[in-house]
């Protein structure tokens, strides 16, 4: 599975963006997908991951209310809408699949199958 994460770019602080990634394969349909994002000097983080269907979603809690996280199988696209920016959010954003893992196992970055190769958001103040 290849993926490639676009959508980002500058922002100032309380705009919006929506990110995207897409998958190469129809089989990109059949696995959880996750969103992560990693801030200067800082480790990847877990922001919000979405179950195969569509129908469960998952987020960290401090981003709830803020970010929401969906999904277009007949497009191979999974998307993340981010409102209300902070400069805080700032950040290479990825979007990554495990091919084993259940929706709650996405909050561990550590193993991930494949990795998209990220989109930086940058929220200016």
């Known amino acids: 599975v290849q993926l490639q994460a676009s959508g980002g770019g500058l922002v100032q602080a309380g705009g919006s963006l929506r990110l995207a990634c897409s998958g190469s394969?129809?089989?990109?349909?059949?696995?959880?997908v996750g969103w992560f994002r990693q801030a200067p000097g800082k480790e990847r983080e877990f922001v919000a991951a979405?179950?195969?269907?569509?129908?469960?979603?998952y987020y960290t809690d401090s981003l709830k209310g803020r970010f929401t996280i969906s999904r277009d199988n007949a497009k191979n696209m999974v998307y993340l809408q981010m409102n209300s920016l902070k400069p805080e959010d700032t950040g290479v954003y990825y979007c990554?699949?495990?091919?084993?893992?259940?929706?709650?196992?996405?909050?561990?970055?550590?193993?991930?199958?494949?990795w998209g190769q990220g989109t930086q958001v940058t929220v200016s103040s």
């Open positions: 979405i179950s195969w269907r569509g129908s469960n979603t």
């Open positions: 394969t129809d089989t990109f349909g059949s696995y959880a």
């Open positions: 990554a699949v495990d091919l084993n893992r259940g929706l709650l196992g996405y909050c561990d970055r550590v193993g991930m199958d494949y």
